[in-house]
């Protein structure tokens, strides 16, 4: 099953945004390649750069003041409810998508329950900076792309004279190096829901699955227009290596000075003030999330979640989950706890004496 993926969206806003914008974010993907941390915590919800990736995603989205955002959720859902209800007061809608079918049969889940409009559709595992504005204004529908080394990974757009040509999934023989990034601007979502409707009808799967890219080109080759928009910062956080590398990147925007007593903070960090920390050193590019207990430790180049416990430990590169202990540890680990152990997994550098 291939993994639905999470986009982290900063979005510039200087214009008035549609009065009736919905939006769609697809978060029910399983995670594989983010297990063991996924088995108990959503991938949306996994913490990067001092919060959780659905805010980063979210945050920027509130000042569009969308008429509704739509949550197509899944595995772990009622924690994505439950977080979105705590932090967002903007009207929000939960759908539960009961098949894994692929991103395709995802938006077509969420596009029963709005009203026809235009949509914004977000994914969930990747940060790009857009302006927002000059992307809505660039066309009737419009599609992120970046310039990629290798296409086949990706859905794909051929791009000629300022306006899309044509749409492909993961081709073997690419004629484009144009990937599609997982954001996308829809100025009639009832024209999209009835291709992707046309689309599941057929059972037109790529890959074994209902591929969003095979619905835009069916509206594209049935007269529907489509603008490309170039992105140039674009990171993937699909994978434990990713996070973190999207975790540097964040925190040298970030920039947050911090000081405390017996500690040595080398910026860029960012760190929960109810983290207790005593006799270590923290940084380069180091996330602690909220209640996280450390001591003799050093860390860097990772992510410390809620209420993990680290003591006399070396780390780097490392990616512990919330509620983990690790004691005594120099090297790289891939830690998460389930609800009947912990699981330990070596994610590089050493293997962790």
């Given at each position: 099953?291939?993994?639905?993926?999470?986009?982290?969206?900063?979005?510039?806003?200087?214009?008035?945004?549609?009065?009736?914008?919905?939006?769609?974010?697809?978060?029910?993907?399983?995670?594989?390649?983010?297990?063991?941390?996924?088995?108990?915590?959503?991938?949306?919800?996994?913490?990067?750069?001092?919060?959780?990736?659905?805010?980063?995603?979210?945050?920027?989205?509130?000042?569009?003041?969308?008429?509704?955002?739509?949550?197509?959720?899944?595995?772990?859902?009622?924690?994505?409810?439950?977080?979105?209800?705590?932090?967002?007061?903007?009207?929000?809608?939960?759908?539960?998508?009961?098949?894994?079918?692929?991103?395709?049969?995802?938006?077509?889940?969420?596009?029963?329950?709005?009203?026809?409009?235009?949509?914004?559709?977000?994914?969930?595992?990747?940060?790009?900076?857009?302006?927002?504005?000059?992307?809505?204004?660039?066309?009737?529908?419009?599609?992120?792309?970046?310039?990629?080394?290798?296409?086949?990974?990706?859905?794909?757009?051929?791009?000629?004279?300022?306006?899309?040509?044509?749409?492909?999934?993961?081709?073997?023989?690419?004629?484009?190096?144009?990937?599609?990034?997982?954001?996308?601007?829809?100025?009639?979502?009832?024209?999209?829901?009835?291709?992707?409707?046309?689309?599941?009808?057929?059972?037109?799967?790529?890959?074994?699955?209902?591929?969003?890219?095979?619905?835009?080109?069916?509206?594209?080759?049935?007269?529907?227009?489509?603008?490309?928009?170039?992105?140039?910062?674009?990171?993937?956080?699909?994978?434990?290596?990713?996070?973190?590398?999207?975790?540097?990147?964040?925190?040298?925007?970030?920039?947050?000075?911090?000081?405390?007593?017996?500690?040595?903070?080398?910026?860029?960090?960012?760190?929960?003030?109810?983290?207790?920390?005593?006799?270590?050193?923290?940084?380069?590019?180091?996330?602690?999330?909220?209640?996280?207990?450390?001591?003799?430790?050093?860390?860097?180049?990772?992510?410390?979640?809620?209420?993990?416990?680290?003591?006399?430990?070396?780390?780097?590169n490392s990616l512990i989950g919330k509620k983990v202990t690790i004691q005594g540890k120099t090297g790289s680990f891939n830690i998460a706890q389930t609800e009947v152990k912990k699981i330990f997994k070596d994610i590089g550098?050493?293997?962790?004496?």
């Amino acid at each position: 099953m291939v993994a639905m993926r999470i986009f982290i969206i900063y979005i510039l806003v200087d214009s008035k945004m549609p009065d009736d914008l919905k939006i769609i974010i697809p978060a029910a993907g399983i995670g594989k390649r983010l297990q063991p941390h996924t088995l108990t915590t959503p991938k949306p919800l996994l913490p990067v750069a001092g919060k959780a990736m659905l805010a980063h995603i979210v945050d920027p989205l509130v000042k569009l003041n969308p008429a509704e955002v739509v949550f197509v959720i899944g595995h772990l859902g009622d924690q994505i409810v439950d977080y979105v209800r705590e932090y967002y007061s903007f009207k929000s809608t939960f759908i539960k998508q009961e098949k894994l079918l692929g991103l395709g049969y995802a938006v077509n889940v969420a596009l029963q329950h709005i009203d026809p409009g235009p949509i914004l559709i977000i994914l969930s595992d990747t940060i790009a900076k857009v302006d927002f504005v000059k992307f809505i204004a660039a066309g009737e529908n419009v599609i992120g792309l970046k310039e990629v080394t290798d296409p086949r990974r990706f859905g794909i757009a051929i791009a000629r004279n300022d306006r899309i040509i044509e749409f492909e999934e993961k081709p073997s023989q690419p004629r484009s190096n144009l990937a599609i990034i997982g954001l996308y601007y829809i100025g009639n979502s009832n024209i999209l829901k009835q291709h992707a409707e046309n689309i599941i009808r057929l059972d037109k799967r790529t890959c074994g699955e209902i591929q969003l890219t095979d619905i835009l080109e069916s509206m594209l080759s049935n007269g529907n227009d489509f603008s490309p928009f170039i992105i140039d910062n674009w990171y993937d956080c699909g994978k434990v290596e990713t996070i973190l590398m999207t975790n540097r990147l964040l925190l040298e925007e970030k920039k947050q000075e911090k000081d405390i007593e017996g500690v040595k903070i080398i910026e860029p960090v960012s760190i929960d003030s109810s983290a207790v920390i005593e006799n270590s050193t923290i940084g380069p590019y180091v996330s602690i999330s909220g209640f996280a207990r450390i001591s003799n430790s050093g860390i860097k180049d990772s992510i410390i979640s809620r209420k993990a416990v680290v003591e006399d430990c070396q780390l780097e590169n490392s990616l512990i989950g919330k509620k983990v202990t690790i004691q005594g540890k120099t090297g790289s680990f891939n830690i998460a706890q389930t609800e009947v152990k912990k699981i330990f997994k070596d994610i590089g550098g050493n293997n962790g004496r």
